[in-house]
């Protein structure tokens, strides 16, 4: 079975463009996390999406928004794009929300900033 | 200070050894404990998955659970080089559904 399958996996971009990352859940998932992972440092927390319901969102600014679609797939949109954006954004999928649900990551969209 | 800390390393055995991975928290409300494998330019993988206190084995690897001192623990046997990543420890608390990561441990096994 597939995993987590994140697109496009690497992307440049200019400061004050905005980006859509774009992530499929692992068959039978329904719920989908996004980190944010800067290098040298664990992934952060953005947002959780369950039946397209946000279920939590991280402490990032209002330019990051995230849906999920029907087929459980998911976008991550990020406006104004600062230097400091530049990380591994991770996708992460889950049977459900519930704690007891370990999260399966996906490889990942590098977003480099210039 | 951060809710997980995690020794960075870089953390350099030869083949063969035991290796020892730990992380510290603070939220005395965290309940499940996991281990990733993040090779280079890779996502996590996950490794282990604990709830509460104790210990748990699955095959070389065996996570332990101390939460009245809030700590945790990866030990990996017999190490080989294809062991070597960055480790990370994460936890989630009851009614928290995000994840809460250290900044991980880098392993470097030397054949």
């Known amino acids: 079975d597939a995993g987590v399958t994140q697109s496009p996996t690497h992307l440049i971009k200019t400061r004050g463009q905005h980006v859509t990352l774009r992530c499929s859940p692992i068959?039978?998932?329904?719920?989908v996390s996004w980190y944010q992972q800067v290098l040298g440092q664990g992934p952060q927390f953005i947002f959780q999406?369950?039946?397209?319901?946000?279920?939590g969102r991280g402490n990032f600014p209002d330019r990051f928004s995230a849906r999920q679609f029907p087929n459980y797939s998911s976008e991550l949109n990020v406006n104004a794009l600062l230097l400091g954006d530049s990380a591994l954004y991770l996708c992460?999928?889950?049977?459900?929300?519930?704690?007891?649900?370990?999260?399966?990551f996906g490889d990942g969209t590098r977003l480099s900033i210039l | 200070q951060k809710e997980v800390e995690q020794d960075p390393g870089p953390l350099s055995v030869p083949e063969g050894a035991i290796v020892s991975l730990n992380c510290t928290y603070s939220?005395?409300?965290?309940?499940?404990f996991m281990w990733y494998r993040q090779y280079s330019r890779k996502g996590p993988e996950l490794l282990m998955y604990?709830?509460?206190?104790g210990n748990k084995e699955d095959g070389r690897f065996t996570a332990q659970v101390d939460k009245s001192s809030k700590y945790i623990s990866l030990f990996i046997r017999d190490s080989q080089p294809s062991d070597s990543a960055t480790y990370l420890c994460?936890?989630?608390?009851?009614?928290?559904?995000?994840?809460?990561f250290g900044s991980g441990t880098k392993l470097n096994v030397k054949p």
């Open positions: 992460a999928s889950s049977f459900s929300p519930d704690s007891n649900q370990p999260q399966h």
């Open positions: 068959s039978g998932h329904k719920s």
């Open positions: 999406y369950y039946e397209k319901e946000e279920r």
């Open positions: 939220n005395s409300a965290f309940q499940y």
């Open positions: 604990t709830y509460s206190s």
């Open positions: 994460a936890m989630s608390g009851l009614n928290f559904n995000k994840f809460y």
